[in-house]
């Protein structure tokens, strides 16, 4: 573009511009012969940090407001217009809310990932589903809905019921079930008389299947993994995780069920079940 193209092109920002100001305000600009020179005067007027257009950008923020007809990315675009021009006026920002990792008043939220992860927990994602854990406690869970991943709320439901209902009949004459399993149960007709399987708090559950909670005493991850030559531990997706992790595994000798430790793992089942029928 050559430099007359460019004066033309600039005398038409200047009208335009003059056009959309007020009688008061392009009077001020009567002495520009340029569009720089018009932006220059229109900032010294109005990005001046003086106290009132300090007044004025910090009355227009705290009644901002969104309407029903107004689009979200409208809106954000007119709260940053505005916190641009406090920032140009020599307003600082100071955030009050620091290490937010989730507000319970609020009825819609968003967990901040990065904080968790800050903090020490560790999440995980897959399968329509996510879980919050640290150590060895699960701290929150959720499932998949649409595009964001929504927690499981607890909610506190009121309900007259026996003091021995059917459920927890049945639970109790299973060994102390999971819900889970007795839901499949119930729904392949082995439970007569019962329809609806929701079990409630059971104490003996609590006390009977509770184990002290592992935890890293050196805070460092697990290197070597011995076992013996179970097919949970022969799976390809288990072989894959140790290698990912660099976990070196070491198994037993075939045949030779004295390294096998104290006790199986079918042996500990039976031992949580009896622990909480006792």
Not at 89 to 108: N, Y
Not at 209 to 238: I, P, T, W
Request: glycine content about 6%; aromatic content about 6%.
């Amino acid at each position: 573009m050559t430099e007359a193209e460019w004066k033309v092109l600039d005398r038409k920002t200047m009208s335009v511009i003059r056009l959309l100001l007020s009688r008061n305000v392009a009077f001020h600009t009567t002495k520009e012969k340029t569009t720089k020179g018009i932006l220059k005067v229109l900032a010294d007027m109005y990005e001046k940090p003086s106290a009132a257009n300090k007044v004025h950008l910090m009355r227009r923020l705290f009644n901002l407001k969104m309407s029903e007809s107004t689009a979200v990315a409208e809106h954000l675009n007119e709260f940053n217009l505005i916190t641009v021009q406090l920032t140009s006026v020599a307003i600082d920002f100071d955030d009050e809310l620091r290490g937010v990792r989730h507000i319970p008043d609020l009825k819609r939220n968003l967990i901040s990932v990065g904080q968790l992860d800050d903090e020490g927990y560790d999440l995980s994602f897959g399968s329509s589903s996510w879980k919050i854990i640290k150590g060895a406690m699960v701290v929150a869970r959720g499932k998949k809905e649409g595009t964001l991943y929504m927690t499981v709320n607890n909610h506190d439901n009121i309900a007259l019921v026996s003091a021995n209902s059917d459920a927890d009949l049945w639970h109790c004459r299973l060994g102390h079930m999971s819900e889970k399993e007795m839901k499949q149960l119930c729904s392949k007709g082995k439970l007569p008389g019962l329809k609806i399987v929701e079990l409630g708090l059971c104490e003996d559950c609590v006390f009977g299947k509770q184990k002290r909670v592992s935890f890293s005493k050196a805070g460092l991850k697990v290197k070597c993994l011995r076992s013996d030559n179970g097919g949970e531990y022969e799976l390809d997706e288990f072989k894959e995780y140790c290698v990912v992790n660099s976990i070196c595994m070491e198994k037993t000798v075939r045949r030779t069920p004295q390294q096998n430790g104290v006790a199986e793992r079918m042996n500990k089942t039976l031992n949580n079940v009896l622990g909480a029928c006792d």
